[in-house]
């Protein structure tokens, strides 16, 4: 008599959190605040400069991406702080009822402050994927 069980690797599990923790990219805390008129959004991203933030709208979604500065050698790495050594991504899921085009960003210390204004009633969402920074 053959039977057949069926059973789960754990390796395979550990293999992919593994692989997440070696994404390139962490995502950041934020605060996000509606106004009546706009969304404020507060990254936090400590250890970047204001020239490493790429901020980009992909149609209903906002895509932050900040770059670390790097003080150390590439080939050194820091025992068990392997994670905070990466960069920031975050990726939001706004909606198109912004007008991104009159989004403003202001960079203080570590902090990014988005205000993204809503879009008015009468106005066309654009659909295409566009770099706002």
């Known amino acids: 008599m053959n039977t057949r069980t069926h059973t789960r690797s754990t390796s395979s599990r550990k293999l992919n959190a593994h692989e997440a ?5 962490r995502q950041p805390s934020y605060d996000c605040r509606e106004l009546p008129d706009a969304v404020t959004i507060v990254v936090y991203v400590p250890g970047v400069d204001v ?6 709208a992909h149609g209903p979604d906002l895509l932050v991406t900040a770059h670390k500065i ?9 025992l068990h702080l392997e ?17 991104y085009a ?3 960003a202001d960079f203080h210390d ?10 008015q009633a009468d ?8 770099r706002v920074a």
């Open 21 to 25: 923790y070696k994404a390139p990219y």
């Open 102 to 104: 009159r989004m403003r």
């Open 123 to 130: 106005a066309a969402p654009a659909h295409r994927l566009r």
């Open 83 to 99: 994670g905070s050594q990466r960069d920031y991504r975050l990726r939001l899921r706004l909606g198109l009822g912004f007008d």
């Open 70 to 78: 790097r003080f150390v050698r590439v080939n050194w790495q820091a």
């Open 51 to 56: 020239s490493g933030v790429e901020i980009e």
């Open 110 to 119: 570590g902090v990014l402050t988005l205000t993204l204004p809503k879009r």
